[in-house]
């Protein structure tokens, strides 16, 4: 464990946006300290390939470019601790955080715990992880060019998924496990009224397949017979949302009905002065690992215009 009691920044989480914020309040001489969390570089490190940040023009491996931020965060004199902060004072200052059983205090803290992609719980699922199995059609779609899909779900979430894929897919099959969905009704709409999507109702993905070089279709079952049977594809994208990882900030941070931390529109300030957010954890819409890198951006100016008032 680090040997850092107290800290004039504290971060809470890594991932873009954690790290990013670790690279701007280093190279401020404000001597982060950065508790990395159970996931170190957060739902990239999930991510096979990504195209998609400037930056890396023949794309990176998702894992590979959160080590990159890590190193340049660590170059610049973050402390990184490779543990997750378990329990949270924000009611006194200086703040008060637990990792591992060892207590820190912190002058301001940047809270970039992220959020989690849902997914259905299935072995096999986790077995395909970046290699057909994917929770972000932004991030992963244009690998499916003119291949079969499923998406699976039946709120907007898996509606926009869908809509989205059809830009790349020969065709998206939506799996719900209902006769009808939870979407809005123009979110319906646009769905059911799109050639390039089919929609195979009252079903469950039981097992995702395929072999060493990826996968190739799904094992359904049917919810009112229970018949199960295969369908093939090479793409299967949760769209059944995500959680904030906002649990040890309830009761103390305020929280949006879906459980993300509310800030000041245009900051990363939360209700607690001294205490700013960014990344996943407050945002429910974008969720791109760019988005993340400028609000880590964001809360890093914000925690150094802060500690600077403190002085004044």
Not at 133 to 158: H, Q
Not at 162 to 189: C, G, P, W
Request: charged share 20%.
């Amino acid at each position: 464990m680090s040997d850092i009691k107290h800290a004039k920044v504290a971060i809470i989480g890594s991932g873009p946006a954690g790290y990013t914020a670790a690279i701007y309040t280093a190279r401020a001489d404000l001597e982060p300290i950065l508790f990395e969390g159970l996931q170190p570089g957060g739902q990239l490190t999930t991510t096979n390939e990504v195209e998609n940040f400037p930056g890396f023009e023949n794309g990176v491996m998702g894992p590979e470019m959160m080590e990159v931020f890590k190193r340049q965060a660590m170059r610049f004199g973050t402390q990184v601790v490779s543990a997750q902060v378990d329990k949270v004072d924000f009611s006194t200052r200086p703040f008060k955080l637990w990792s591992n059983g060892e207590a820190y205090t912190a002058d301001s803290v940047i809270v970039s715990t992220g959020a989690s992609a849902r997914y259905l719980g299935l072995e096999s699922e986790q077995a395909f992880m970046g290699m057909g199995v994917s929770a972000c059609a932004t991030c992963d779609g244009p690998f499916y060019r003119n291949r079969d899909v499923i998406v699976v779900g039946g709120g907007d979430s898996a509606m926009e998924e869908a809509d989205h894929l059809t830009k790349f897919a020969n065709k998206v099959y939506i799996v719900h496990r209902r006769d009808e969905f939870r979407a809005s009704k123009i979110m319906q709409k646009r769905t059911l009224e799109n050639p390039k999507i089919d929609v195979i109702w009252n079903a469950v993905p039981v097992e995702v397949l395929g072999d060493n070089t990826g996968m190739t279709g799904a094992r359904l079952k049917n919810t009112v017979t229970g018949e199960e049977n295969e369908l093939k594809a090479e793409g299967f994208f949760l769209g059944i949302g995500h959680t904030p990882n906002t649990e040890i900030f309830k009761g103390q941070l305020e929280l949006d009905a879906k459980g993300y931390i509310v800030v000041e529109p245009g900051t990363s300030k939360t209700n607690i002065p001294g205490v700013f957010a960014c990344g996943d954890v407050q945002d429910p819409h974008y969720r791109q690992a760019i988005t993340a890198a400028g609000s880590g951006c964001m809360s890093a100016l914000d925690a150094e215009h802060y500690l600077a008032g403190l002085n004044d």
